[in-house]
């Protein structure tokens, strides 16, 4: 859902509901709870096999500082995809 579609639907539900007609909303204010409710709904990308498999570690022996680095690598490659 855009942050046009989610304006338009809060303004329709402020004119239809008696109480919320005196509430003073700002075009702002509806953009920023847009924007509020976009970023929740953001899509989670995750990692292909082929990104996985370029962050296989150079290690010869596979240790816990090897698999630590694997994992750091993941989780900063997911923060990339995801905005983080």
């Known amino acids: 859902m855009t942050q046009d579609e989610l304006i338009v639907m809060l303004s329709e539900a402020i004119d239809q509901n008696k109480e919320y007609k005196s509430w003073h909303v700002s075009t702002q204010h509806l953009m ?5 409710i976009e970023e929740k709904e953001r899509t989670w990308v995750g990692l292909t096999e082929v990104e996985i498999i370029g962050m296989t570690c150079d290690c010869e ?20 995809l995801n905005n983080g």
Do not use: G, R, S
Request: with cysteine; charged share 30%; glycine share 0%.
């Open 32 to 36: 920023t709870f847009a924007k509020m």
């Open 61 to 80: 022996k596979i240790t816990m500082n090897c698999m630590i680095d694997f994992a750091n690598a993941i989780q900063d490659k997911l923060k990339e």
